[in-house]
């Protein structure tokens, strides 16, 4: 490929993803109470939503987005059907054999199961933003200890794992972990 061809490929490449990440900035609040609305359960919205901007990117990808007028609308469209797709598992799990089938007590039930895990978005929100406080202070105040709540609550290393990783002796990994977990709770009044 010639320089001309290349640099007209990251161009576009660069034109894509600003349009993506634009669209994605500006929807992403509306989408996200869209599918809060039909699921209720927070872990399956996470997963919701990365499957319909994974399809909307796919989509500006193969054909573009010149003919897309108003991008919420069409991303409430693939978010319409990932929902389906969504009650279809269940009910498959539920044995029932075709999405019409299902009777306005069955959706009834399956939607209030789907709500009573459900946290409102907006404690999912602090708690996250609570859980990235606490990590920063303490992957501030030294290094090692980071490197332990990073293996033991991102990756779920069990603790002698972590000690064998990090080439710690197993009661280092516990005191640093114990009793940085007693000040955070003092710390942020937990």
Do not use: W
């Not at 990365?50 to 108003?70: L, M, P």
Request: charged share 30%; proline share 1%; with cysteine.
């Amino acid at each position: 490929m010639d320089k001309k061809a290349k640099s007209a490929e990251n161009a576009s490449k660069y034109e894509l993803d600003y349009y993506f990440n634009q669209v994605y900035a500006d929807t992403i609040a509306a989408l996200s109470r869209f599918v809060v609305n039909k699921c209720g359960n927070i872990l399956d919205v996470e997963d919701i939503l990365q499957n319909i901007y994974t399809r909307f990117f796919r989509r500006i990808v193969k054909k573009g987005h010149a003919d897309i007028e108003c991008p919420e609308a069409f991303l409430i469209n693939i978010a319409k059907f990932e929902c389906k797709n969504f009650f279809a598992g269940l009910k498959k799990r539920s044995n029932v054999t075709a999405f019409g089938e299902f009777s306005d007590e069955q959706m009834y039930e399956i939607e209030a199961e789907m709500s009573k895990s459900a946290k409102p978005l907006e404690d999912v929100l602090c708690n996250e933003m609570l859980a990235r406080q606490i990590f920063e202070d303490i992957a501030a105040s030294d290094e090692l200890t980071g490197k332990i709540f990073y293996l033991h609550f991102v990756h779920d290393l069990k603790l002698d794992e972590i000690a064998k990783e990090l080439d710690i002796s197993l009661s280092s990994v516990k005191n640093k972990l114990y009793r940085t977990i007693e000040k955070q709770k003092k710390k942020f009044s937990i």
